[in-house]
């Protein structure tokens, strides 16, 4: 069943003062979905995050919320008056306020009468499985349970739209990881539609419908994560999502949607023709490790290669293995630990490949990046 559109960002530019940061974004999320807004420092996400909720203004283009212009061109809907909840890596919680009166403020702020805020906390806070602290203080607590006061907060006033930035940044692997599931849960048994910033592709993928791949202000690619990992449209996405060997070539032929690429020692290549220009331009092929198929396995590849080991790097429950391919020396094949060739040595060389499925052809990297 799909859901309706709730937010719909068209043509938007926004920045500080004169400076664009973001340009020309085409972006929308339906009723329900989390989707998250994935780049590194500087790309454009966290200012797309504030124009959301009202504290940067649109230079061009407009935002709507549920079908309303919350934004456009001189024009913005001051903050309190949109129904969004915000988190932040801060948590940014009333250090002087217990647990109770933290989520309250929101309420009170907007008028509720006195029994309908005790209603709504006692509800948000058994939500988020924190009836026993009402009474303490934000310093009493750990920073897991901050964070789900933060998170609670956000949810207590029912808003249409949480925006979440960074809000798992300043905890722990492990309790990050816990968070990332709880939010999720969370957000699956309440229904609440998400925008989601985040540095952490692992983060990304593990929460999102869908993720929106910033680069320099601009969109990358916006795609569920499965189709963003197997099915990146660019370098760029092949690069900052996952693991990815890059072999530089040059269109050699095209044949539709497949095409043959020349390596730089004459080496061939058959690909998937995802992003190419004209025979005989550059091109840069993209291979998951994990994709890749060694010794016996490799017999039935179209691409067939021999590399060189370089070295065994184990990670618990698998391996990944360094090897020199052609004229390259960091090609890194993925390796399930029980499916490793434990007779395998380094300086063996070794048969190795994979299908055209798994190889896509796409543009140019300019080795500098």
Not at 10 to 34: E, M, P
Not at 156 to 167: N, S
Request: aromatic share 6%; with cysteine; net charge negative.
């Amino acid at each position: 069943m799909s859901h309706p559109l709730l937010l719909n960002l068209r043509n938007l530019a926004c920045g500080y003062q004169d400076q664009r940061v973001v340009q020309n974004l085409n972006l929308h999320l339906n009723a329900g979905d989390i989707g998250c807004l994935l780049g590194s420092s500087g790309c454009g996400k966290t200012t797309t995050l504030r124009a959301i909720a009202g504290f940067e203004p649109v230079h061009e283009g407009e935002i709507q919320l549920a079908g309303e212009t919350i934004s456009r061109a001189g024009f913005t809907l001051a903050p309190e008056k949109r129904r969004i909840g915000m988190v932040f890596q801060d948590y940014a919680l009333f250090p002087h306020m217990t647990v109770a009166e933290n989520l309250a403020f929101p309420l009170t702020v907007r008028g509720l009468n006195k029994s309908d805020v005790s209603d709504r906390v006692k509800r948000v806070l058994s939500m988020v499985q924190l009836d026993t602290f009402a009474q303490r203080y934000p310093a009493q607590l750990s920073g897991g349970q901050q964070q789900r006061v933060a998170l609670a907060r956000a949810l207590v006033f029912e808003p249409q739209l949480v925006l979440m930035d960074e809000p798992l940044g300043a905890l722990d692997k492990q309790l990050r990881e816990h968070m990332q599931m709880e939010i999720k849960h969370l957000h699956q048994r309440l229904g609440v539609t998400v925008v989601y910033v985040t540095h952490d592709q692992g983060e990304a993928l593990t929460m999102s419908d869908r993720v929106a791949v910033f680069h320099q202000g601009e969109i990358q690619q916006i795609a569920p994560p499965r189709t963003l990992y197997e099915e990146p449209k660019n370098t760029f996405v092949a690069n900052f999502i996952g693991e990815n060997n890059r072999l530089n070539g040059r269109l050699h032929s095209q044949t539709g949607d497949r095409c043959v690429v020349e390596l730089g020692r004459g080496e061939k290549v058959e690909a998937l023709a995802v992003n190419v220009g004209k025979t005989g331009e550059p091109v840069t092929l993209s291979i998951r490790p994990e994709r890749v198929s060694l010794n016996g396995s490799s017999e039935s590849c179209v691409n067939r290669f021999s590399g060189r080991v370089a070295e065994f790097i184990y990670l618990g429950d698998h391996v990944r293995v360094r090897l020199e391919v052609c004229g390259k020396t960091d090609f890194f094949v993925k390796q399930p630990i029980a499916e490793l060739d434990p007779g395998l040595a380094v300086g063996d060389v070794v048969p190795l490949g994979w299908q055209v499925e798994h190889v896509r052809a796409l543009d140019p990297l300019l080795e500098a990046h």
